[in-house]
């Protein structure tokens, strides 16, 4: 009997949450927001340079980053129509990151780093500043 009156008491929960349960301030967060677009798009732009992409500097460029990413992989820019398509797009990202792995010395399994994103950054971060040759001739794609 106790336990039906517990059961039909009338609770409220308030369920608020901020970056100070945290312990970080909203200025701290932002900082590495933009700390960390800043190194992705360093990395994007070093592998167009390395790939010999046209227009390395529309890494900085939110959305022209991704015609960039898919350039860079030897893809037409106008893949990113996949968009419209979620899991089409996550298939067209894959196979051109399989690309962009290969023109950069590197074998196309690497793409099983998406699972562990530290480690993926590592390995973007490797390929942008290693020394090692591309492996397919640059291809000249249009905007």
Known sequence: ???????????KYEWRWSTEDLGI???VLALINIISY?????????????????NAWMAF???????????CGGRSGWWLLSALIFPLFIIM?????????????RSGWWVLTIF???????????IAFEKRPVTAPPVVTAV
């Open 1 to 11: 009997m106790f336990a039906l009156l517990l059961l039909a008491q009338e609770v």
């Open 25 to 27: 301030s909203q200025g």
């Open 38 to 54: 800043f190194l992705g798009a360093i990395i994007w732009f070093k592998i167009a340079q390395k790939t010999g992409t046209p």
């Open 61 to 71: 460029i939110p959305i022209l980053n991704v015609i960039l990413f898919f350039n």
């Open 93 to 105: 990202t894959i196979v051109n990151l399989v690309s962009v792995f290969q023109r950069c010395g």
């Open 116 to 126: 562990v994103p530290i480690v993926l950054l590592i390995m973007m971060f490797v």
